[in-house]
């Protein structure tokens, strides 16, 4: 359990909004946007604070920025050694959401990175891929622990795959130049043609994942039909604009957000936590073009695939299949297992639960409709399978998903302090515009 800090500064008279920090930077963060709604949506649902926002990450390097400023708490999404002993010293709370090595005493909500790589590993497994590779930052130790979970997830299958690591520069120290791009993007064009084809590249964020589409096409490689490119973190503005759109795990950087403002207003108000770190689970793969293959080289396997996933909800059968596809059942369970590590029954029930999820989140419907529509007799035997495949209840997934849609809609900006015209403040609300639009952060 964690003790409250003891803190020095100005108590918060009542009446008085506490002064909180927050530090993020929104251009060079995929995350950073998703985190501070999250923020914001808890102060909606609580007490507002007057939040000032570092954009430029003034506070990184600069230990009387804390003094300037009566702060109550900060939730820092870059914190260093040096923001720790300043609010150490200054007795201010401090939640670190910087998703990576764990500080001294410091609650750290954090992703589970592990997870996010399994979840490419299995999307590429799901499209029949046998060849595997991972492009990352070999001194980023989230992208280390996406790799591993990624390796992982396609070990299980008894497939290994090839690994493009390099460091990555940083992003504060300026080392992110356009010269490094074309490098790397040339660095990377190189290791795409000693790959197999068709290969499945899970990439460490969604920024990897463009200098990959980038090295492509200098390569003269086709995406998705020589080379299948994922990314994490789905940010939506850089998958959308990608050239095909860009695959993406989807983290769950809203409810962070949440939780490190709920983890910082327990601080202030002087009550314990319950533990250091939190643990944030990604949510799923968001499918786009640039994924959007079937790489079987078995025509009447791929056509006995392509039929699952078309018809699987209409009360399809593995004899149905076989005569669709003119292969003997024996030989199809073979095969699918070759391909696809699991039976042409388990693929009939994944994509059939794939469906009931996407109703459950995205309609209203009850659940005898839902049933009617993937293939369910009757609704029990729906919530019993659902039951069996998630561990929860069709129910409970439903809420849960509303309650991360709910993170997820527009809130109001923060309250901040303004300035006069004309004149700088250390909390300044809009981005620097000599920063750069990339980053390598998760």
């Not at 850089?238 to 327990?266: I, K, M, Q």
């Not at 293959?293 to 078309?310: C, E, G, P, S």
């Not at 388990?346 to 994509?351: A, H, K, L, P």
Request: glycine share 6%; hydrophobic share 40%.
């Amino acid at each position: 359990m964690i003790a409250p800090v003891a803190t020095k500064n100005r108590p918060s008279p009542v009446g008085l909004q506490r002064c909180v920090l927050v530090v993020a930077h929104p251009v060079w963060e995929e995350s950073a946007p998703r985190l501070l709604h999250g923020i914001a949506l808890y102060q909606r649902e609580h007490t507002p604070w007057e939040v000032h926002w570092d954009n430029l990450g003034q506070s990184l390097s600069d230990a009387n920025w804390f003094k300037r400023q009566p702060w109550d708490g900060v939730i820092s999404r870059h914190t260093n050694a040096l923001q720790v002993e300043a609010c150490r010293r200054l007795g201010i709370p401090l939640v670190d959401v910087n998703n990576s090595d764990a500080l001294a005493g410091v609650p750290n909500i954090v992703l589970d990175n592990f997870a996010v790589g399994q979840l490419g590993g299995e999307h590429f497994i799901d499209r029949g891929f046998r060849d595997f590779a991972f492009c990352g930052f070999g001194n980023e130790a989230w992208s280390c622990e996406r790799r591993d979970g990624f390796r992982d997830a396609i070990s299980t299958f008894g497939r290994s795959s090839t690994v493009f690591d390099r460091d990555y520069p940083g992003t504060y120290t300026g080392g992110c130049t356009p010269q490094w791009q074309a490098d790397e993007i040339d660095h990377i064009a190189r290791w795409l043609l000693t790959l197999p084809k068709p290969v499945g590249i899970m990439c460490c964020n969604d920024f990897r994942a463009l200098q990959v589409l980038h090295a492509a096409r200098h390569a003269s490689l086709r995406v998705p039909e020589d080379i299948a490119v994922l990314g994490a973190n789905d940010d939506e503005a850089r998958c959308e604009l990608a050239n095909p759109p860009l695959s993406s795990v989807a983290t769950n950087h809203l409810r962070s957000g949440y939780l490190a403002a709920e983890a910082l207003d327990r601080l202030m108000q002087q009550r314990p936590l319950d533990g250091l770190s939190l643990v944030v689970e990604p949510i799923e793969v968001i499918a786009r073009q640039s994924t959007d293959l079937l790489a079987v080289a078995d025509r009447k396997v791929a056509t006995a695939a392509r039929f699952i996933r078309q018809k699987a909800c209409e009360g399809l059968t593995v004899d149905e299949v076989c005569r669709h596809a003119g292969i003997a059942r024996t030989q199809l369970e073979e095969k699918f297992r070759k391909y696809f590590g699991r039976s042409p029954n388990s693929e009939i029930r994944r994509v059939q639960l794939m469906r009931i999820r996407q109703l459950l989140q995205e309609t209203d419907l009850p659940l005898d409709a839902i049933s009617e529509l993937t293939g369910f007799k009757h609704p029990e035997y729906l919530i019993v399978f659902f039951k069996r495949a998630t561990g929860e209840s069709p129910g409970r997934f439903r809420r849960k998903m509303r309650f991360q849609a709910r993170l997820a809609e527009p809130v109001s900006c923060p309250p901040r302090s303004s300035a006069p015209s004309g004149a700088s403040s250390p909390a300044s609300s809009s981005a620097s515009r000599s920063a750069p639009a990339s980053s390598a952060r998760p």
